[in-house]
């Protein structure tokens, strides 16, 4: 079955690893947000697109919950005796990453080239496609103003109260080569949206013009899985957010905001009160471990959506 996968970072990444080891390599494509992009020190970061990368190329520090296994931070040291901006932590194995798709950037390549090269080098076989190769921003609206979306999550520690959400730049972006063929595939079996904070990870996704038609034109199952478990966002700042826009911490209201794109919705098992309601409102509605914890977790969650998506 060909599978498109949307996801952001931690949480789709997850289960895009899990995709990975059920699909062949031809059959999955992951279109990958990049609206909290943004230049620290010079340099173009991609932290989504990271995370998706390490994950996928068995590179990732799973006790750390971000970032690369084995990281050093000599580079960080070092920038912060200089007096250096030190809250974004950039390893120094990590560095080689931002370096070189810098370097790559400033030489006219685009963002879907140089991540289609880094995934090549380290050997992931998956399709993997920024969402654009153009900037698109996301920006934290709060009582005292707009943040940038790594000032509030990282540098403010996702402390702000947030009041709602903009994309910038996202009127005028184009989908990145290789997304709308891959929603507009013929053989397409499913379109995925993985356990993403729908708010900052999904909504940049589908505000690039073109993106959210190409997915409800399509004739493929789009499923969702919740990344809200038992009322908690199971990684992030999701439920935090619901709660400060007057939304209910619930993976119902999550299939809510996914409005009549979806046809259906897997909820972890200890939300399995939640699915009669959600399948009376005609959203075919299903039950799963979805925290995962270890590979298996991941290769089990990914079999069964896409074995419900094969029944939807």
Same mark, same amino acid.
């Given at each position: 079955?060909?599978?498109?996968?949307?996801?952001?970072?931690?949480? %789709? @990444?997850?289960? !895009? *690893? #899990?995709?990975?080891?059920?699909?062949?390599?031809? +059959? $999955?494509? /992951?279109? =990958?947000?990049?609206?909290?992009?943004?230049?620290?020190?010079?340099?173009?970061?991609?932290?989504?697109?990271?995370?998706?990368?390490?994950?996928?190329?068995?590179?990732?520090?799973?006790?750390?919950?971000?970032?690369?296994?084995?990281?050093?931070?000599?580079?960080? %040291? @070092?920038?912060? !005796? *200089? #007096?250096?901006?030190?809250?974004?932590?950039?390893? +120094? $194995?990590? /560095?080689? =990453?931002?370096?070189?798709?810098?370097?790559?950037?400033?030489?006219?390549?685009?963002?879907?080239?140089?991540?289609?090269?880094?995934?090549?080098?380290?050997?992931?076989?998956?399709?993997?496609?920024?969402?654009?190769?153009?900037?698109?921003?996301?920006?934290?609206?709060?009582?005292?103003?707009? *943040?940038?979306?790594?000032?509030?999550?990282?540098?403010?520690?996702?402390?702000?109260? =947030?009041?709602?959400?903009?994309?910038?730049?996202?009127?005028?972006?184009?989908?990145?080569?290789?997304?709308?063929?891959?929603?507009?595939?013929?053989?397409?079996?499913?379109?995925?949206?993985?356990?993403?904070?729908?708010?900052?990870?999904?909504?940049?996704?589908?505000?690039?013009?073109?993106?959210?038609?190409?997915?409800?034109?399509?004739?493929?199952?789009?499923?969702?899985?919740?990344?809200?478990?038992?009322?908690?966002?199971?990684?992030?700042?999701?439920?935090?957010?619901?709660?400060?826009?007057?939304?209910?911490?619930?993976?119902?209201?999550?299939?809510?905001?996914?409005?009549?794109?979806?046809?259906?919705?897997?909820?972890?098992?200890?939300?399995?009160?939640?699915?009669?309601?959600?399948?009376?409102?005609?959203?075919?509605?299903?039950?799963?471990?979805?925290?995962?914890?270890?590979?298996?977790?991941?290769?089990?969650?990914?079999?069964?959506?896409?074995?419900?998506?094969?029944?939807?």
């Amino acid at each position: 079955m060909k599978c498109v996968a949307l996801c952001g970072g931690v949480g %789709g @990444a997850k289960l !895009a *690893l #899990g995709l990975m080891h059920v699909l062949p390599p031809d +059959d $999955l494509s /992951l279109i =990958v947000n990049t609206g909290d992009d943004f230049t620290h020190l010079g340099l173009h970061i991609s932290p989504d697109l990271d995370t998706v990368m390490y994950t996928l190329a068995g590179l990732a520090n799973e006790q750390q919950g971000w970032g690369r296994a084995g990281e050093t931070w000599q580079f960080m %040291g @070092a920038l912060r !005796a *200089l #007096g250096g901006e030190d809250w974004f932590q950039l390893g +120094d $194995l990590d /560095l080689a =990453v931002h370096v070189e798709r810098t370097r790559r950037l400033a030489a006219g390549e685009t963002l879907s080239q140089v991540t289609r090269g880094f995934f090549a080098a380290l050997g992931v076989g998956a399709r993997v496609l920024p969402m654009s190769d153009d900037p698109v921003r996301t920006i934290i609206h709060t009582p005292d103003g707009p *943040l940038a979306f790594q000032h509030y999550f990282v540098r403010d520690r996702c402390e702000p109260e =947030v009041t709602g959400f903009s994309f910038a730049g996202s009127a005028q972006a184009k989908p990145a080569p290789g997304v709308l063929a891959a929603l507009g595939d013929p053989d397409l079996g499913c379109i995925v949206i993985c356990p993403s904070n729908p708010f900052v990870s999904i909504d940049p996704i589908m505000a690039v013009p073109g993106l959210r038609a190409a997915i409800q034109a399509s004739r493929a199952p789009v499923i969702a899985v919740s990344p809200i478990v038992g009322g908690r966002a199971i990684k992030g700042p999701t439920a935090k957010m619901m709660r400060e826009l007057g939304v209910p911490q619930t993976a119902q209201a999550v299939a809510a905001h996914y409005g009549g794109l979806l046809d259906g919705f897997i909820l972890d098992a200890t939300d399995a009160a939640l699915a009669a309601d959600l399948s009376a409102s005609g959203l075919a509605c299903a039950t799963a471990q979805s925290v995962m914890r270890s590979l298996q977790d991941r290769v089990e969650l990914a079999r069964y959506v896409l074995d419900f998506a094969a029944k939807a």
